[in-house]
């Protein structure tokens, strides 16, 4: 009997980080579950592509130069428009006043790097499967 799609079939993600490597890898482990992505270098390319294309999920790296992963995180929960977007931090700062600040944000999740495809699809089971 085959398997049914997963919730977030044809969903689209946004990945921001500042490093192009890790971009990638999200992007790579995103695409391997069905997801479309979009990429930004930093919270302010994010803002600009939150304006113009709609998206299902952000996933943001927090230290980034111009506008960081708690700003960006906070300026999505602020606007009207885009805070019903669930939005998971991914951070090397595993330090719970880091995950503490980023959930009081709006936050959705919080994992560390680096990455994994089981992590990727266990925040997506979570946030797109209403059944759960």
């Not at 969903?11 to 997801?35: F, M």
């Not at 230290?63 to 951070?91: C, H, Q, Y």
Request: net charge negative; aromatic share 6%; proline share 7%.
């Amino acid at each position: 009997m085959a398997q049914p799609n997963p919730p977030w079939q044809g969903k689209s993600v946004l990945v921001v980080d500042d490093y192009l490597a890790v971009r990638k890898t999200i992007k790579e482990l995103v695409q391997s579950l069905g997801l479309s992505t979009t990429e930004a270098e930093n919270g302010l390319k994010a803002q600009e592509i939150l304006k113009s294309k709609p998206v299902d999920l952000v996933i943001t790296d927090l230290v980034m130069p111009e506008l960081d992963g708690f700003e960006l995180t906070e300026a999505i929960k602020n606007d009207p428009a885009l805070r019903k977007i669930p939005v998971v931090i991914i951070s090397t700062h595993a330090d719970s006043k880091y995950i503490f600040r980023a959930l009081r944000l709006g936050a959705d999740d919080y994992l560390t790097k680096p990455p994994t495809a089981e992590m990727i699809n266990s925040v997506l089971t979570r946030i797109f499967d209403h059944a759960w």
